[in-house]
Nanobody, 124 residues
Framework: QVRLVESGGGSVQAGGSLRLSCTAS????????RAWFRQPPGKEREGIAA????????YYADSVKGRFTISVDNAQNTVYLQMNSLKPEDTAMYYC?????????????????WGQGTQVTVSS
């Protein structure tokens, strides 16, 4: 497992932008994929974006496609989530995760390491 530390959450009005960061303590062969998940109060955790660090190939849930961008800085061992055109329904606790998925890259069970989460609140 790796230790993940997220930052960048906060409160913003609808239409605004935020950038989340997730820095890993190390790189291991079984943490070659990073993903962002979110969990609104009382709801299940939802995978929204993932990236394979080796191939720099992003994947997005339909709910964020065209608005959110996942990227990686290998030198800093950091993954970013740029969130634009935010909506009130984007309000949630956001988590980053590391793993080596063999199936759905947006499925929580495919990841073995998780950050502590950072809150994003979007007001109308």
């Amino acid at each position: 497992q790796v230790r993940l530390v997220e930052s960048g959450g906060g409160s913003v009005q609808a239409g605004g932008s935020l950038r989340l960061s997730c820095t890993a303590s190390t790189y291991t062969y079984n943490s070659a994929s990073r993903a962002w998940f979110r969990q609104p109060p009382g709801k299940e955790r939802e995978g929204i974006a993932a990236i394979d660090i080796s191939y720099n190939t992003p994947y997005y849930a339909d709910s964020v496609k065209g608005r959110f961008t996942i990227s990686v800085d290998n030198a800093q061992n950091t993954v970013y989530l740029q969130m634009n055109s935010l909506k009130p329904e984007d309000t949630a606790m956001y988590y980053c995760a590391a793993g080596a998925p063999v199936g759905d890259l947006l499925l929580p069970a495919e990841y073995h390491s998780w950050g502590q989460g950072t809150q994003v609140t979007v007001s109308s």
